[in-house]
């Protein structure tokens, strides 16, 4: 697989475990990224470039906070925070998607976002785009527009990423693996 030269310590520093949290998945385990300084710079030096116009910085809930407040953080912009079901405590507004078994909820603060807003959706990781999509009706729903999407780590052959640019979006991912 081509890995470009500067993300190549990151990209040795992820894990799999096999199996985790049920059979047959394949979990990309990030935390010894998160360990190692290098490994870390690395991905938020390379993250920090591709901000693509947007004036706020949205992540989703939890992994994708991380390298959202990153992102924010070097290029001086405010963060919004993409959350699970009941976590938000002012008025908010919530999409609903499907998952694997049953459905989950994401929702944010009513006052976040607003038409004048292009926003970056930020999460860790794609593989089917079911989190990612539903995190872009949402920022609809709050008339914002979308910049683009970012992933650390992309399954491309589980085909979330071709999902969200048959829909129009860009997106920017760092690293590629299989999801199988
Ligand atoms: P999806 O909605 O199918 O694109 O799944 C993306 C979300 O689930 C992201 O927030 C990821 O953190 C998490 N996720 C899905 N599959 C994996 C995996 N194999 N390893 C780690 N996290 C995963």
């Known amino acids: 697989m081509n890995i ?9 520093k992820i894990s799999d475990v096999i199996d985790f949290p049920k059979p047959g998945i394949i979990f990309k385990d990030i935390t010894p990224v998160l360990q190692d300084e290098k490994a870390f710079n ?3 030096d390379d993250l920090a470039k591709h901000l693509n116009g947007a004036n706020k910085v949205a992540g ?6 991380i390298f959202a407040s990153a992102l924010a953080y ?3 912009k405010p963060l919004v925070l993409l959350r699970k ?12 998607f499907k998952l694997e078994y049953g459905i989950d909820t994401i929702e944010v603060h009513k006052s976040s976002l ?3 807003d292009k926003v970056i959706i930020v999460d860790d990781l794609i593989a089917t785009g079911g989190t990612a999509l539903a995190s872009a009706k949402l920022i609809k729903k709050c008339k914002a527009n979308i910049s683009a999407f970012i992933f650390l780590i992309d399954l491309f052959d589980l085909l979330g990423n071709k999902k969200l640019q048959s829909n129009g979006y860009k997106t920017f991912k760092l690293i590629n693996f299989p999801g199988h």
């Not at 470009?4 to 040795?12: E, F, I, R």
């Open 4 to 12: 470009p030269q500067n993300l190549q310590y990151a990209h040795s």
């Open 42 to 44: 690395e991905v938020l």
């Open 60 to 65: 989703i809930e939890s992994r994708g906070f």
């Open 74 to 76: 070097l290029n001086k």
């Open 85 to 96: 079901k009941n976590k938000l405590p002012g008025k908010k507004i919530s999409q609903k």
């Open 114 to 116: 607003n038409k004048k």
